[in-house]
DNA sequence: TATTGTTATACTCTATAACTATA
DNA sequence: TATAGTTATAGAGTATAACAATA
């Protein structure tokens, strides 16, 4: 007996995505009102409060290649978010840092992060949330290690 | 005292991101294997067993705007996986359906959607696996009520 | 006028690969 | 040769807006 063609809504993986587009599409319409990208504020939060940094360790550390994070930056700088500068020992490294207006402005964001967050899940009973929250996150530590290197 | 700004990882929002962004990139990987996208597969489920539907309809059902399905359609008819015809009553409309070849296709599809969540929410504890499947059915509820409309 | 669908355009996000400068 | 970063190119995914045909 041959096994049913299993539909869209029989996956997890499904509803997953559903929610989690959702969620971030919500955020990045928040997020709009400043002028800015989801992509725009991980880096940003990424820089919040630190030197500068390496675009090669931004681009570890957000699981994105070289080249995506050097267009992210131009984006930022173009904003006058961001700035680069020549790294001093080797020079072939370079730096970014946020601007002035941009350690401003990513309070104003994280808040906006914050409200979102309350939005989605602040009506789950606390139990629930804890519960998503604890397996979102043993996912996300095992796909961390299975996750495939970028570049 | 001023509340912290808060991080990327003080978010649910932020992990449910992750963890979908990465079930997806993992599905669409075993999907390239049969050169269909995601997108494409979504379309092609809809299709599936069934007569011409009209596009307008898979905008709805797919939440896209009926240009997003026109392209995706294109898409779909390039690779003879679809094909369009024109409607019979109402000689504005038009109707997709899937080719014989797509409808084989799908089951191999379904197949692999199967495959894709047994390997990341398979080893998930049944009582941890049936709790994010409430959660995240619940909040989809949610937020077809919330969500945006689209066109 | 309203509706169905297509077309044109644009932008984000991301990748791969080639290239430059430096080490 | 190897590494850091940029540039060039491409393609998915999605939107908005203008348009054509028809109702």
Redesign the pocket.
Known sequence: MPAAVSELTDHLGYWLRIVS?HVSYAF?RRLSDKDV????WAMMRMLFGRGPV????L?MKM?????????????LIGKGLAA?EE?Q???????LRLTARAEALVPELAAAADQNDLEWFGSLPDGERRALERILKTMAARLALTSIP??
Chains 1, 2 share one sequence.
């Open positions: 587009n990045a990208t989801v992509a725009e390496a675009p090669s360790e681009a699981g994105l290649t070289r080249g995506a994070v050097t267009k992210l930056a131009d984006r680069r790294g020992k080797d020079r072939r490294t370079q730096t970028v570049d």
